[in-house]
Nanobody, 127 residues
Framework: QVELVESGGRVVQTGDSLTLSCVASGRSFDGSAMGWFRQDPYERNLVAGISWEGSNTWYPESVEGRFTVTRDNAKKTMWLQMNNLTPQDTDVYYC?????????????????????WGRGTQVTVSS
């Protein structure tokens, strides 16, 4: 099992920056690729993926250049740094873990590949 807890979501203004964090626990965490998702608009879509060893990341065009995902496995923590936020970024952001990546350098971009999820943290960007 992997237990995930997100935090950091709040109401911010357009153009602001915000950092989300996800703390993991459980014996299945080691080796897991991880990702941040949001429901945008009817599906949970990956907004940032990161491999277990942390060197490989993936972002969709909507956030590339504005969002940065990092992790520290010693702390069992993943962060999402979000810059230049817009109202379109408003959503519940979910942390997810994939305990069976193809390699320590692999990421997955489909929600179905992630069996473990946090409860989400609300990000609201007002104009």
């Amino acid at each position: 099992q992997v237990e995930l807890v997100e935090s950091g979501g709040r109401v911010v203004q357009t153009g602001d920056s915000l950092t989300l964090s996800c703390v993991a626990s459980g014996r299945s965490f080691d080796g897991s690729a991880m990702g941040w998702f949001r429901q945008d608009p009817y599906e949970r879509n990956l907004v940032a993926g990161i491999s277990w060893e942390g060197s490989n990341t993936w972002y969709p065009e909507s956030v590339e250049g504005r969002f940065t995902v990092t992790r520290d496995n010693a702390k069992k923590t993943m962060w999402l740094q979000m810059n230049n936020l817009t109202p379109q970024d408003t959503d519940v952001y979910y942390c997810a873990a994939d305990p069976q990546p193809l390699t320590p350098y692999a990421t997955a971009y489909n929600a179905k590949e992630y069996p473990f999820w946090g409860r989400g943290t609300q990000v609201t960007v007002s104009s």
